[in-house]
């Protein structure tokens, strides 16, 4: 939107252009482009897991052996979010999620190439490095091409495309292996990612209030502004302006800065607690299943139903979260998680209510992490945006390595399963009464 200012100065709103902005070939594009990158990251994040099997009876090696290497790819991830997240606030969503991309996509490629369990974890822990940085630039610039009426849906339905490859990958792999062998993921996970890469490189934009911002070239700004509104006319006199203040000094330490900080310590608490559970429910859960008398595919099946309900809650929250905000609905979702999993070791002797006790436990946790994460990409100003969702997906990621090995702590204390279960809804409990503090605050 073009106006006239005092001294007949035009300028240009760039907020105002994002408000008013609709969902045409543009945006869409921009939504495939992030959503195919964050199916690429949930499929190899999984891809270890689908592949373990295969591995093992090929190298001769234990299941114990493995172990190591999930942690790696795990901590890289870790390290990844807090590292290469604030590069996204400045150097741009662009360049960083386009190397990222190609990164991990040769780091793929080469994996089939390698020979011993030591060499797979080196890998593993730099392609999981690399890994890091996507979820939390994708979501950042999505948030910055939508209108403030569907931000939080935008984000929410991009960041579900982890999950959704997360579960692809395990079709895929099933088909794959069984004809091709192990090595076959690896060359079709890193081949997608370096054609999506080169198709980046031609089409995936960069965030137009970054580029205002950093004071870039305004013919970038311009180019971009008109893939918005093609009506808009920027002449050499034309002011540029964005709601944003530039920040100044390390991303880091501006989490800490201008009042933020307590909400900073929840945003961070809340990840932490809820990827506890969200990782302990997704290693532990079909093997507590079948512990409890049920066969290998239904302890399979009960424990995708966890997923199946993850993709059914991001796709949901963000509507309930338009019409009644984050912390109504978050503090609802962790309450409802807290009996759902605390009952699911209760309900474990009847099949259709353990069923739907996982489901519901799914709808809340892997549905609401997502949610948090658009919570903090929504509450950060464009120059922390990055930096904002990557240190609270860091910080919890913690508790993705934390939760897996409690659990396994608790299980070789002998633990029954209703007590394991009542102990997983602590975590869920904590993250409810931190979302009503955070409620208090804001």
Not at 147 to 168: D, Q
Not at 299 to 327: D, E, K, M, P
Request: glycine share 12%.
């Amino acid at each position: 939107m073009s106006q006239q200012a005092s001294g007949a100065m035009p300028v240009v709103n760039v907020d105002q252009v994002v408000e008013q902005g609709r969902l045409g070939a543009f945006q869409f594009g921009l939504l495939l482009l992030c959503g195919l990158c964050l199916i690429i990251d949930g499929f190899d994040v999984q891809a270890m897991g689908y592949v373990a099997p295969a591995i093992i009876s090929d190298w001769g090696v234990s299941r114990a052996s493995l172990g190591p290497v999930f942690g790696a790819g795990l901590f890289g991830m870790l390290l990844g979010s807090l590292v290469l997240t604030p590069v996204g606030d400045r150097y741009g969503r662009r360049p960083v999620l386009i190397v990222s991309t190609l990164f991990f996509a040769l780091c793929m490629l080469v994996t089939p190439m390698v020979t011993s369990i030591d060499q797979l974890l080196v890998l593993r822990f730099i392609t999981g490095f690399g890994l890091g940085s996507i979820m939390p630039n994708a979501m950042a610039l999505v948030g910055e091409f939508s209108p403030s009426s569907s931000r939080v849906t935008r984000m929410m339905l991009v960041s579900c495309g982890f999950t959704v490859g997360a579960a692809a990958g395990g079709f895929v792999s099933a088909a794959l292996i069984p004809a091709y062998g192990w090595h076959a993921v690896f060359w079709v996970g890193g081949a997608v990612p370096l054609v999506l890469g080169l198709a980046m490189l031609v089409w995936l934009p960069e965030s137009i209030q970054f580029l205002v911002l950093r004071k870039r070239a305004r013919s970038k700004v311009a180019h971009w502004l008109r893939k918005l509104d093609p009506s808009i006319v920027i002449g050499p006199d034309t002011r540029i302006e964005v709601k944003d203040a530039k920040a100044n000094g390390m991303p880091v330490a501006e989490l800490f800065r201008d009042g933020r900080a307590g909400i900073t310590l929840l945003l961070w608490l809340i990840s932490f607690m809820n990827l506890i559970n969200l990782y302990f429910l997704s290693n532990w859960l079909p093997t507590l299943i079948h512990d409890a008398g049920y066969s290998t595919s239904m302890a399979v099946l009960i424990g995708t139903s966890l997923q199946v309900g993850g993709v059914i809650g991001t796709l949901t929250l963000g509507w309930f979260i338009n019409r009644h905000g984050f912390t109504i609905v978050l503090g609802t979702c962790f309450v409802t998680a807290c009996v759902a999993i605390a009952l699911i070791g209760k309900v474990a002797a009847v099949p259709v209510l353990l069923f739907i006790a996982v489901v519901v436990a799914g709808f809340c946790v892997v549905g609401g992490q997502p949610a948090v994460n658009a919570l903090a990409g929504t509450y950060y100003p464009t120059t922390l945006r990055s930096t904002g969702i990557g240190w609270a997906l860091g910080i919890g990621r913690i508790g993705s390595v934390v939760g897996p090995v409690i659990g396994g702590q608790l299980i070789a204390m002998q633990w029954s399963n209703s007590s394991l279960f009542i102990a997983a809804a602590v975590p869920a409990l904590i993250s409810a009464l931190t979302v009503a503090r955070l409620h208090r605050i804001r």
